[in-house]
C-alpha cells in the first residue's frame, strides 16, 4: 500500500461502512461491493470496512477485507445482521463539528482511500453528502457514493429499500401462519391475535401484513398504520364486527401509531395515571384494548429484530436488489460518479421487472416516504389493491441459506484489523 | 354409510379431532391418518373429522374428509395449525360429567364409528382413555388410539412430542439470527436482547434457544427455564459480565418462569404496587430489568404464536415423526390394538435412529417431563452437552411448503359437514 501513497501507479483504496440498523441483506450489498471491487483490481486497490460503521473511520479501525477468502464475501450473501458491526452514530452538521469531518479525511488520506461506500437509509446519505463536501473543500479527491438500505422502505426515489422486502415477506407469513393457528382455536379460546411490527414513521411494513390475506375475508382483518390516528372507539368496533362475523380478529400494529394528536400510542402507555412505567410496546398494549373493552381472549407477539434478521426466509427479489446496488456503487466510483446512489427503478408491476437508475444523495437525505392514503383502505384499515400490486412483487422468490445440523450455516469474517498509520486516537 | 349401521358388512368409520394448542405438523398427523385410513378401505370405512375438536362429536358437527381430494389431504401435510379445528375443552371426569361420555358414545353409535383418534396432549390422552372404558361399560365396541402431539415436548415415554422439534429449531433460529443482529448493533446501541419463548412448565422450547451457539461464548448467553427458580442477582450478574466481556447479552426466557416461591415472573409483573395491570409478558418485564438496574439499552420479542406455527421453517424430522404416528395410529387400531398410543423411540443419536414404539394411554395421561437438571448447566443459564446431543436431531433437515406470489401455498379444507342423525342438541 505504501506505493499508494506515493502517486497514482497503484489503484486507490475504498472504505465501507454500514449504517443504522441492519437488515437480513446489508450483508448482501457487503457482497456486492467487495466482489465487484474485486473484479475490478487495476482501478480500486483493498476494500477497507469500517469496524462499526463510521465509528470505524473516525477510530481508525479498519478491517481488511482483503483477508477473507472468497467463499467468505460469497457467503455474506446468505448471512444476516451487519458482519463489519453497524452504528447508531450520525455525523454532527459540518458547522458544529467540523473536526469529525477533518478527521475522518485524515484517515482516508493515511490510507490512500479514494473511494466512500456508505451503506444506510437517510441520515447516511446525509453524511456521505457532507463528507463529499468537505472532501472537496480540503482539497482531498474522494468518490462517495451512498448504497441505499432500510427495512422501514421510507427512502424518497428509489422504489423500494433494499432489506423491506425480506421484512415484508416475514410479516405476510407470519400473520399467515398465525391466523391458520388462531383459525384453529378460536372457537374455545383465542379470539384476538395482535403481531406488532417495525415501522416508526412509515407503515411498509405493518401493508405487508396485508398480504397475507387473498381478500378482505381472510386475516389480517385490521391493519394499524402510523399514517391513521388511531381511533379507539372506531377500531373497537371494527374488532368486535370482526369477531361476531370470523369468529377470530386478526391485527397487524404498527410500533409507530400514534393517536389524533401525533403522540406515539406505545409511549402514551409506558406510563399510568400514577407514573409507573408500564412494560410492553403497542402491540400488547392494543391486545389488552380488546379484552378490556370487549372481553375477548387474546395472544400477542412481537417480532422486533426477527422480522429484520430472518435470513432464513428472505425474499429473492430483495437479496438480488441488495447485492445490485451494492455492485452499482462500485460500476458508480469507475464511472466517475460522485455524491449518488443506486436506486431501485420499477419498469413494471407484472410481469415484475425492474433496473438501477441513480440520484444524488442530496435527494434522499433526511427524506421519509410514507404510505400514501391511495394505498390504505377508506376506513383505514387495510391496504388497496394498488397497494397490492406495489407490495407483491418484493416478497417474490425464496432463496434459503446453506445448512449445517438444522440451523443456517452463517459466515463470521475473520475482521483483520488495517495496521494504524495515524498516532493520535479520536475522541468523539 | 346406512349399510355400515346394519352389519358388519361395510366397514365401520373412524373419527379423528384435534385437540389444545395446535402446532405446525399437527395437520402432518392428520395426512399420516387419513392417507393411512384411505388405503385400507376394506377395514376402515369414512374418517370424520371433529370440528373444532371433541366439540365436533359432543355437537355432531362432524367433517366428511373423504369429501377432500387426494392432494388436498397431502397438502395437510405443509399446513400449519389446525386444518379441522382444534379445541380447548377437556371432559370432565367420569363422575362429574358421565352426560358428555354418553353422548359421544351416542354419536359415535349414530355414524357407526369404529375408530377414535385424538391427537393432542396428556390431557387428552386422559379424554381417550375414559372414552375407551366408557364405550366398554356401554357395550359399543370402540378402538380407542391417541396421536401424540404437543410444541411443549412436555409427554412422558415418547422421547420427543410431534411439534416440538418445529418449535426448537424455529427458536434456534431466530435466536441466532437475532443475534447476529445485536452483535452489529450493541457498539452504540442495542446492548440486551430478550426473546421470550412458550413453555409455561416445561424450559424444553427455551432449552432449544440454546442450539443457536455453537459454544458457550456464542449467544444464547442467558436462557431462564421454569425449572430454575429466577434469581434476580445472579441473573443481572450473569448479564452485566456477558456485556462487559462479549459487548453484548442475547437472553431467551421461558414464558413459565418462576420466582423461589414458585410464582411465575410474568403474573408477578401483571399489577404493580398499586394494583395497576401491567402489559407484557416476562420478556419486556425481564429486558426491563437489566435496563433499570444496569442501565442497558434493551430490545425484546415475543414469538407467541409464530413459533409453534412455523411451518415456513420446520424440521423436516418433525414432519416425519408427526406423520408417522398418524400412520402408526391407524395401523395399530387395525392390529387390533386400544387404548395406547405410538410414540418415539430414540435407537440412537448420532447418527439419528428411531422408531414407533406403543405406550398404554393412562401412562401418558396427565403427566409432565421436565428439562431434567442434568441438562441444564451448573449455573442454571445454559445447556449441557448432553441437553445438545438430545436436542440436535430434532431440529434436523428442512421441508419446505410450496409457495406461490411469495408466501406458502398452504391448503384450506371443503369442511363438507356430515348430516346429522341425531335430533338432539346437546348443551355442554
Redesign the interface.
Known amino acids: 500500500m505504501a506505493a499508494a501513497k506515493t502517486g497514482r501507479s497503484s489503484p486507490r483504496n475504498a472504505f465501507y461502512a454500514?449504517s443504522g440498523?441492519?437488515s437480513?441483506v446489508i450483508n448482501a450489498s457487503a457482497c456486492g461491493v467487495i466482489e465487484t471491487a474485486r473484479a475490478h483490481r487495476r482501478q480500486i486497490g483493498t476494500v477497507y470496512a469500517g469496524r462499526?460503521g463510521i465509528?470505524g473511520a473516525l477510530h481508525e479501525d479498519l478491517i481488511d477485507t482483503s483477508r477473507e477468502s472468497a467463499a467468505v464475501i460469497r457467503a455474506l450473501r446468505h448471512?444476516?445482521?451487519?458482519?463489519f458491526?453497524?452504528?447508531?452514530?450520525k455525523l454532527a452538521s459540518l458547522e458544529r463539528n467540523r473536526a469529525e469531518y477533518v478527521r475522518l479525511i485524515e484517515v482516508f488520506r493515511a490510507h490512500d482511500i479514494g473511494y466512500f461506500f456508505y451503506n444506510g437509509g437517510n441520515d447516511s446519505m446525509d453524511t456521505a453528502q457532507k463528507v463529499s463536501e468537505i472532501g472537496r473543500s480540503m482539497g482531498y479527491p474522494l468518490t462517495c457514493i451512498g448504497i441505499p438500505k432500510t427495512v422501514d422502505n421510507d427512502l424518497p426515489i428509489t422504489d423500494c429499500s433494499p432489506g423491506f422486502g425480506s421484512a415484508a415477506?416475514y410479516v405476510?407469513?407470519?400473520t399467515?401462519?398465525?391466523a391458520?393457528?388462531?383459525?384453529?382455536?378460536a372457537?374455545?379460546?383465542t379470539k384476538v391475535?395482535v403481531?406488532e411490527v417495525m415501522g416508526r414513521h412509515a407503515g411498509w411494513i405493518a401493508a405487508a401484513g396485508g398480504?397475507?390475506g387473498r381478500s378482505s375475508a381472510d386475516a389480517p382483518h385490521v391493519i394499524l398504520f402510523p399514517e391513521i390516528a388511531f381511533d379507539r372507539d372506531k377500531f373497537l368496533a371494527k374488532v368486535k364486527a370482526t369477531v361476531e362475523r370470523r369468529g377470530y380478529c386478526v391485527i397487524v400494529v404498527s410500533e409507530g401509531v400514534r393517536d389524533a394528536a401525533g403522540r406515539f400510542l406505545a409511549e402514551a402507555?409506558t406510563k399510568?395515571?400514577?407514573g409507573?412505567?408500564?412494560?410492553?410496546?403497542v402491540?400488547?398494549?392494543i391486545a389488552?384494548m380488546t379484552r378490556s373493552a370487549l372481553g375477548l381472549k387474546f395472544?400477542?407477539?412481537?417480532?422486533?429484530?426477527?422480522q429484520?434478521?430472518?435470513?432464513?426466509?428472505v425474499?429473492a427479489v430483495d437479496v438480488e436488489q441488495a447485492y445490485a446496488v451494492g455492485k452499482a456503487a462500485v460500476e458508480f466510483a469507475l464511472a466517475g460518479k460522485d455524491a449518488v446512489l443506486p436506486v431501485i427503478v420499477r419498469r413494471s408491476s407484472s410481469p415484475y421487472r425492474w433496473t438501477i437508475g441513480e440520484a444524488p444523495l442530496g435527494a434522499i437525505a433526511n427524506k421519509e416516504k410514507k404510505v400514501p392514503r391511495s394505498f390504505i383502505t377508506a376506513d383505514g384499515f387495510g391496504i388497496t389493491a394498488a397497494c397490492r400490486r406495489y407490495l407483491?412483487p418484493l416478497?417474490?422468490?425464496?432463496d434459503?441459506p446453506p445448512?449445517r445440523?438444522?440451523?443456517?450455516d452463517?459466515v463470521e469474517i475473520k475482521g483483520a484489523p488495517v495496521r494504524k498509520r495515524l498516532n493520535k486516537p479520536f475522541v468523539l
Chains 1, 2 share one sequence.
Open positions: 454500514q440498523g441492519v437480513a462499526h465509528l448471512t444476516p445482521g451487519g458482519a458491526g453497524s452504528a447508531r452514530y415477506k405476510a407469513i407470519s399467515r401462519e398465525a391458520l393457528d388462531i383459525a384453529s382455536m372457537r374455545t379460546s391475535f403481531l398480504l397475507a402507555g399510568d395515571a400514577f409507573h412505567a408500564q412494560l410492553g410496546g402491540g400488547p398494549l389488552e395472544h400477542w407477539a412481537v417480532a422486533d429484530y426477527l429484520r434478521s430472518a435470513r432464513h426466509i425474499s407483491a416478497i417474490e422468490g425464496e434459503y445448512y445440523g438444522g440451523l443456517p452463517y
